[in-house]
Nanobody, 117 residues
Framework: QVQLVESGGGLVQPGGSLRLSCAAS????????MGWYRQAPGKRRELVAL???????NYGDSVKGRFTISRDNAKNTVFLQMNSLEPDDTAVFYC???????????WGQGTQVTVSS
């Protein structure tokens, strides 16, 4: 099994920044993608950002230019730097990891990000 432990969520004012971290532990072998999804109240879970084991990134349209995903393969950790945060970014952010060419998926428990003045 793989465990994902998220940290870095919280309350921030509009225009502010936060950095999320997610560390994977357990039976880790040949991780493929790592990344983040989010779910706001009453909305579907949506892609925020993904990064492959070779560093190729993919971002949701609403965060392009504001968020940056990075990854430390040696530490099995993924980061999400979020800048210029907006109230619409308020959501529970979930860490994501895939193995076996995407056939096996793991999710973190979620961390709340609230953007409000």
């Amino acid at each position: 099994q793989v465990q994902l432990v998220e940290s870095g969520g919280g309350l921030v004012q509009p225009g502010g920044s936060l950095r999320l971290s997610c560390a994977a532990s357990g039976s880790i072998c040949r991780i493929d993608d790592m990344g983040w999804y989010r779910q706001a109240p009453g909305k579907r879970r949506e892609l925020v950002a993904l990064i492959t084991s070779s560093g190729i990134t993919n971002y949701g349209d609403s965060v392009k230019g504001r968020f940056t995903i990075s990854r430390d393969n040696a530490k099995n950790t993924v980061f999400l730097q979020m800048n210029s945060l907006e109230p619409d970014d308020t959501a529970v952010f979930y860490c994501y990891l895939s193995r076996g060419r995407g056939t096996i998926e793991y999710w973190g428990q979620g961390t709340q990000v609230t953007v409000s003045s």
